[in-house]
């Protein structure tokens, strides 16, 4: 089971246990984590150790280790997604409270980046966001990914960096000889 072992805390990272909630303090910032009821957390020579009630699932169990761990790597290293943007024309950029996105419409589209997330604009097809709230920093990439999701035929649109797109043939024309006459 993953909660099960001591979760080790970096340098620097100071860890608060107020009932529930178990607020994470770094050099880069602080996060607050709502442990789900019936779930215990102590520190105990930098590490932190879980303790799950009788009746509660594995699952959630889990859970909550996933959630502290992913606090305390934001509040130390940060996280950090990547955009590409794949067709002819498409451009971001960087305004004031957001980002301005030509995708193929007839308008551009202006989208709001929520307040923890930082964006920067690498070239014109490239979008870096970083944060340290994993949640937040890959729900924005995932809304801006919406925007316009790669198309399977000629793979234009919004994608992960890395990320691959399978394509698809397309129409397949008949040849003279064996078509209908």
Same mark, same amino acid.
């Given at each position: 089971?993953? &909660? ?6 970096? #340098?620097?990272?100071? %860890?608060?246990?107020?009932? +529930?909630?178990? @607020? /994470?303090? *770094? ?46 790597? &934001? ?6 997604? #990547?955009?590409?943007? %794949?067709?002819?024309?498409? +451009?971001?950029? @960087? /305004?004031? *409270? ?84």
């Amino acid at each position: 089971m993953v &909660g099960k072992k001591p979760l080790k805390l970096p #340098e620097g990272v100071t %860890v608060e246990i107020q009932g +529930r909630y178990v @607020k /994470v303090v *770094g050099p880069l910032g602080t996060l607050t984590v709502d442990l789900p009821q019936g779930i215990a957390a102590r520190v105990e020579n930098q590490e932190i150790v879980f303790k799950k009630g009788p009746s509660i699932l594995a699952q959630v169990f889990g859970l909550a280790f996933a959630l502290v761990r992913n606090a305390v790597e &934001g509040v130390s290293q940060g996280f950090t997604k #990547e955009l590409e943007l %794949v067709g002819v024309g498409y +451009r971001a950029e @960087k /305004v004031a *409270g957001g980002l301005k996105l030509s995708l193929g419409f007839s308008h551009s589209v202006e989208y709001p980046v929520p307040g923890g997330v930082a964006v920067e604009v690498l070239e014109n097809t490239k979008v870096k966001l970083t944060g340290i709230d994993k949640c937040l920093v890959a729900q924005t990439a995932a809304n801006i990914r919406k925007l316009r999701p790669p198309e399977p035929y000629k793979g234009k649109g919004i994608r992960y960096a890395q990320e691959v797109v399978r394509r698809k043939q397309g129409k397949v024309v008949k040849s003279a000889a064996g078509g209908a006459a």
